[in-house]
């Protein structure tokens, strides 16, 4: 008989093969499972549910809730059924549990998948179809979409001594954050992007750390970063530059520090995710879209 329970950790190495077995196109590591869990700092366990058959996994759905003041939001970010086991209803029993959660919290709406600072991807894949057929059935409306680009490291040259040097003519200076930046950068995406304080401070936990910066005089101007969320897979981003300074060429400079980095550590690819500015990433690193992602919202409240 199928039992619904709780995710607990001992279930992670099963749930690894479970999810790789039933979603084929985003493969996970036990590591990056549990980035996905503990390591979110949302993480609630009795949002993590799944579905057993016999102690098997036939059914998974993962939801966060994180306070973003005036409001409460949910997401579901990540949720699979076994392709043995679909359209029996499970994944709804799933969805119904958190959902109502969800609402016992206060939940404003419910997004899918783009649950930043901590997701696996930014939307649904309609690659995964049965997903936009749930989705749809459960009172989502799509709200929009976004797209994954990947840069080909091994045909681009990443060297950016020359640019460094012009741009150090023109006062600015480049170079890569130590720990002492902390406070720096905290109030620079304080005050111009708020929404990425957390990737970004995960990204002083790496060694080296993975995080690019650009100064006037003292004066921090732009950042840009990479193996902030979904560690150890190539993942860019995000980056911003002062909107009063954009324009002159830095925020090249530190995209292609970042590739490089990913390049020394082995890549042959990066993911730049959730673009953005397209133009811009073609321009500097000939990046092109490799995946397309629906965005769906459900409104809990008026
Ligand atoms: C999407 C998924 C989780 C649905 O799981 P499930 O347990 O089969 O879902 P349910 O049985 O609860 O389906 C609920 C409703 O969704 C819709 N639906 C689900 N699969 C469908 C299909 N193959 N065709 C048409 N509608 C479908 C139906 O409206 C269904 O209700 P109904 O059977 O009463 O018509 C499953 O198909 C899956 O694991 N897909 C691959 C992984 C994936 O896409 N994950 C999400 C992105 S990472």
Known sequence: ????????????????????????????????????????????????????????????????????????????????????????????????????????????????????????????????????????RHGFRRCGDTSNLKADLKKLNLDTQAEELEALKRGITIRRAVESDRPQVTAFLARYFLAWIYEVSNMFQNNPISLHLAFMGDKLVAFSGHNGNNFNTGWFGPMGTNPHKRGLGIGGILLKRCLNDTKLAGFEYSIIPWVGPIPFYMHYADAHVCRVFWRYEKRLLK
Do not use: C
């Open 1 to 136: 008989m199928v039992e619904i329970r709780l995710v607990e950790k001992s279930d992670l190495e099963n749930l690894q093969e479970f999810w790789n077995r039933n979603v084929v196109n985003d493969p996970i590591t036990v590591p990056l499972l549990e980035e996905k869990f503990q390591g979110d700092p949302d993480y609630t366990p009795k949002l993590n549910l799944v579905a057993v058959d016999n102690s098997r996994i036939v059914s998974f759905m993962q939801g966060i809730v994180r306070e973003l003041p005036p409001e409460k939001r949910g997401w579901i970010k990540m949720f699979a059924t076994d392709v043995h086991y679909r359209r029996q209803g499970l994944a709804t029993q799933l969805f119904e549990q958190i959902e109502n959660e969800m609402r016992r919290q206060g939940v404003s709406r419910i997004g899918m998948l783009d649950s930043a600072p901590n997701y696996l991807q930014p939307g649904i894949d309609p690659f995964y179809t049965e997903a936009v057929a749930f989705v749809e």
